[in-house]
């Protein structure tokens, strides 16, 4: 296959996420029947991402998207991902390696995360959403809005945003 799709996980000590993760992967390859899918990490998991993509041209792929798998931009899409991308055209220049932008608020996202605070029966009521935060302002502002968005779906009265690390 000419075209390859890496999807690039945090990584995690978590069995489960790297389950996940994997059934992600599969889920994503069966939409994409004339992609070559495959899944990297940045840490705690193998393979590392750079080595997917490495694969992926000895297969044959010389159109390659890096893809991070997270919510907002902060520094693994700012900074590590990019590095993984910019690695890879110095490592086979006669390959199209493109950087995939992170999954960003949407709309589809907003009606998922909604209709699971609903289903679990929190609609109408007030709503905390944690997120893990970072040194970055402009994924924990993308933070607050997404709580927000959640919110007016929810028709929760009100809503906080917490952090559990680094904010």
Not at 112 to 119: H, Q, T
Not at 136 to 142: I, L, M, R, S, T
């Amino acid at each position: 296959m000419n075209d390859g799709l890496v999807l690039v996980g945090h990584g995690s000590r978590s069995l489960a996420s790297g389950g996940e993760m994997h059934e992600l992967c599969l889920l994503v390859g069966e939409q994409l029947p004339g992609v070559h899918v495959d899944l990297g990490f940045l840490e705690m998991n193998e393979p590392p991402a750079g080595e997917v993509l490495d694969r992926l041209v000895a297969g044959g792929g010389r159109r390659i998207v890096v893809l991070p798998l997270v919510l907002l931009s902060a520094g693994h899409a700012k900074s590590d991902v990019p590095a993984i991308v910019v690695d890879g055209r110095r490592r086979h220049p006669d390959v199209d390696v493109r950087f995939g932008s992170p999954l960003g608020i949407s709309r589809d996202l907003v009606a998922i995360l909604g209709g699971a605070v609903v289903e679990a029966g929190g609609g109408r009521l007030p709503l905390l959403v944690i997120a893990r935060g970072t040194s970055d302002p402009d994924a924990n502002g993308d933070a607050h809005k997404a709580a927000r968005l959640v919110a007016e779906w929810t028709d929760a009265p009100f809503v906080h945003t917490g952090f559990t690390g680094v904010t």
